[in-house]
């Protein structure tokens, strides 16, 4: 058996604390040894990342012709981190995101953000990367991601979290591209995304008519501006979606939003309100989520 090990570039991980790989019996193919080399040399992922942007926005939308913007095979699921669940004050993108884990049969731990990596942040911690789930994780690049157990995973969210960033629930066509894997359904990503280097945002330059159907609203999610707006803009500059701007001195949000709850994070007024008054929340978002994903391959 081929060891990995020696194709690795082991980080610390060290923000997050000692990670614990469980038994990694995964093949090295020849995709895996170039893509090792190109995601530790941060020109060539963001050549990547510039290509793959331009071709979203550049490739004919029209008759599903563009697969990265064609709702079919894109699904976007924002979790907002300022939600929580009213009844017990649960918060909500934490308890959902665990429930996807213990659903998968597999789990993957990316080592570090591929996007952060290639655009070379310096707002966010490069070591928080996503978690793959479902049977396609088990071709994600071995020597830039590790078996990992449920607990992990745990550590990974509560970390991502923490540090300000929106975990995001996607099966994308970019990570077919940027991964050499196939779409089989059988992958679900959950990304950490920061909204200055990440993939995820660019998809709000589109035309409203092609981004609303490729993002999905959680049920029961309720979300307004409250009369505290008083106006200062912060969150219009913040959003990527241009989600939400101002008229007559007072933020309102519009058809665009993808309920990802930055404007509420960023807000100093704390004017913009989402809640979760549905007890049976996560069960239903989670159920909702499910249904993109190969029932055969993925739980």
Known sequence: ?????????????????????????????????????????????????????????????????????????????????????????????????????????HRILMDSCVCRDARRCTKYNHEIGCIVLGDIGKD???????????????????????????????????????FMTPDKRQMAGMCFCCDCCCAVPTYGKLPTETLTPLFHSLPGLEMKVSDACNGCGICTERCKFGAIMLRDERAELNERCTTCGLCATVCPAKAVEMKMTDPNAVRKIVDKIMTVFDPETYP
């Open 1 to 105: 058996m081929t060891d990995i090990r020696k194709y690795a570039s082991r980080r610390t991980h060290a923000t997050l604390g000692e990670v614990k790989y469980l038994e990694d019996n995964r093949e090295v193919k020849l995709k895996h040894r170039f893509l090792n080399w190109a995601l530790h040399v941060p020109a060539a992922g963001n050549f990547g990342l510039n290509l793959w942007e331009w071709l979203v926005h550049h490739l004919p939308n029209k008759n599903g012709v563009n697969f990265f913007t064609n709702p079919e095979h894109n699904y976007f699921f924002h979790l907002p981190t300022p939600v929580s669940l009213a009844s017990d004050n649960i918060p909500l993108p934490r308890e959902v995101a665990r429930e996807l884990v213990r659903r998968a049969k």
């Open 140 to 178: 994600f690049v071995p020597a830039n991601s590790h078996v990992v157990s449920e607990e992990e995973c745990y550590k990974a969210i509560d970390r991502g979290i923490a540090a300000g960033l929106i975990p995001t629930i996607a099966r994308a066509k970019v990570d077919n591209f940027v």
